[in-house]
């Protein structure tokens, strides 16, 4: 939370301990020492701007009805020093606070004062955080879920980021085991049936049917020719692979860059197999005693670490796809030493997880350092109608087609609307209409509105400028102290949202932002009032500018000065 806002919370806290005590002396209540009691906002702003439980928590300790008890309190707290002017009880006891008109210029000022950088704070304490999301196999295009994935990872870093934490965000690359395997085989019987036609070639029952598949091939043909038409089916596969995967990830690459992703670290699978970390991992769940071998194969015993059992290393000797993840999260954590390891996935991962962390800990890693997103999975809507499409036959939406038809605002806005654990319809229709009923348009609205005010108002000669406190007392309005309250409230809501793991608490502080202020335009002249009044309307103005433009960026959507 803000500064002004956790002072004001520190301060309640102190003068309920206070008031305690004085109570106490006065017995007033028994001397029996007051229970942890909470402090929050209430959902109806009619009951406060704080409500504290102190009463009800303190009814069993005190042997009194809470009523009494809340009586009590507030017959001895004093609230001259403080942000608030009045306390009042309600219901069986609750004590709800009233800021008073300093708070709010407070607010106002901390705002002007650090521009950019408000919503910003040391909560994180610089621990090292590591997010990785998207992770899309190389072996063909981005699919509507990685596109997702990619805005909600991306946001949770940057919020976690304002919240204080050095974050870093990479994508994990596949490129070794069972899908390169596919991948090659999809190549080879494409190249192939260039030159023997398709008939004579079979493509491969699980191969990937995608035209990116046969435009590689074809690709591949016209620098080499028939050339591996008749080599070795391994040197075969690997030529084709070693020419295409490159190229998929580059792909990779510039499309995330255009869904405005940008990763630290490109992380790739074969490093593990190259390094001996794969070879490592399996020795030391051996030497653990996290093993056991069956039908030639090599188990992991999951019963003592909160997991079932499954297969390491299969009869033939080759590992299975956990065994390179096992490496992979052992090096984020041990390795590399992050405080935390963020890993943004699909739903149909929720049974992985727990095998990924019971083997983990039995390598002695502290799994808490581990939290695993789960995302739910996306429809595409248009007219009322899903879309659908095979993502085998090649004909899926993919985050390249969705970003030719969609705007990148609206697709990175839209998708961290809700929280990732919930299905989402997404609209594609609603993605582009320029009316209030899309979102982002809503909110880009709001600013380029706020833009044209200023615009206006320098033209007819008034500037804006810094105003005394009494100006700023002047904002007594009740859809000016909303706004003010909503304005104090962003740094709160950025912590909440790192400590969640929930983006999508960003775009409703931001819709709500919007909201408060063409409530506010509506009934709030700034044009024909008092000088003092129009100065402060216009410095509130401007204040809500800095705030909107700063949740905007944190979500890497564009500002727009005019619309």
């Known amino acids: 939370m803000s500064k002004y806002v956790q002072q004001a919370k520190d301060q309640l806290r102190q003068e309920i301990l206070s008031a305690t005590a004085k109570a106490q002396a006065a017995q007033a209540l028994p001397a029996s020492e007051l229970p942890d009691f909470t402090l929050e906002v209430p959902a109806d702003r009619a009951h406060g701007d704080w409500a504290a439980n102190a009463a009800m928590v303190s009814a069993r300790a005190f042997h009194m009805a809470p009523r009494k008890i809340a009586e009590a309190l507030a017959a001895n707290i004093h609230l001259d020093d403080t942000f608030f002017s ?59 879920g990685n596109a997702r994935g990619g805005a909600i990872g991306d946001c949770l870093a940057s919020v976690l980021d304002a919240a204080g934490y050095q974050v870093q965000r990479e994508f994990y690359v596949n490129d070794a085991g069972n899908q390169v395997n596919k991948f090659g085989l999809s190549l080879e019987a494409r190249y192939l049936q260039l030159y023997k036609g398709e008939d004579a070639v079979p493509f491969p029952e699980d191969g990937y049917h995608g035209a ?117 999260h052992y090096n984020k954590l041990v390795t590399r030493s992050f405080d935390k390891a ?35 999975m996306v429809r595409l809507v248009r007219d009322g109608q899903v879309v659908k499409a095979s993502k085998r036959s090649g004909n899926a939406i993919t985050l390249v087609t969705l970003l030719d038809e969609v705007p990148v605002d609206a697709a990175r806005f839209l998708f961290n609307m809700r929280e990732p654990n919930s299905e989402m319809d997404f609209d594609l229709g609603l993605a582009v209409q320029q009316d209030s009923k899309n979102p982002v348009y809503y909110v880009q609205y709001a600013y380029a509105r706020l833009c044209s005010l200023f615009r206006t108002m320098k033209e007819e000669g008034v500037e804006l400028r810094d105003c005394t406190d009494e100006e700023l007392a002047l904002l007594t309005a009740p859809e000016e102290i909303e706004l003010i309250h909503h304005l104090s409230a962003y740094t709160g809501e950025i912590i909440e949202s790192a400590k969640d793991y929930d983006p999508a608490r960003m775009t409703r502080y931001a819709l709500t932002l919007a909201t408060l202020f063409h409530k506010f335009y509506s009934a709030c002249r700034i044009k024909g009032e008092e000088s003092s009044l129009a100065a402060a309307r216009l410095y509130l103005c401007s204040c809500v500018r800095t705030v909107l433009h700063n949740v905007l960026s944190l979500l890497k959507i564009t500002a727009p000065e005019s619309m």
Not at 286 to 313: C, I, M, N, Q, R
């Open 212 to 328: 990116d598949i046969t435009e590689h091939a074809k690709n591949f043909a016209k620098i080499n020719g028939d050339r591996y038409v008749n080599a070795p089916d391994p040197e075969r596969r690997q030529a084709l692979v070693d020419y295409a995967l490159p190229l998929n990830i580059q792909g990779l690459q510039d499309d995330l860059l255009k869904y405005r992703i940008r990763y630290d670290n490109w992380f790739r699978e074969s490093t593990l197999h190259q390094s001996g970390a794969v070879r490592r991992v399996i020795e030391q769940l051996k030497e653990h005693g996290a093993t056991y071998e069956k039908d030639g194969a090599l188990w992991f015993k999951g019963e003592p670490y909160g997991s079932e059992d499954f297969v390491l290393v299969r009869a033939n000797g080759v590992p299975t796809y956990v065994v390179p993840d096992i490496a992979y």
């Open 86 to 144: 009045r306390c009042e009880i309600a219901g069986p006891g609750f004590l709800n606070f009233f800021y008073r008109p300093e708070f709010y210029t407070a607010v106002l000022r901390d705002v002007a004062k650090n521009g950019e950088s408000y919503g910003r704070s040391s909560f994180g304490g610089g621990k090292r955080v590591l997010v990785e999301f998207v992770s899309a196999n190389p072996t063909g295009p981005m699919h509507i």
């Open 342 to 376: 963020i890993d943004v996935l699909g739903a149909d991962h929720h049974g992985y997880v727990p095998r990924l962390k019971g083997a983990l800990q039995a390598l002695g890693v502290d799994t808490s350092r581990l939290d695993v997103l789960l995302m739910q």
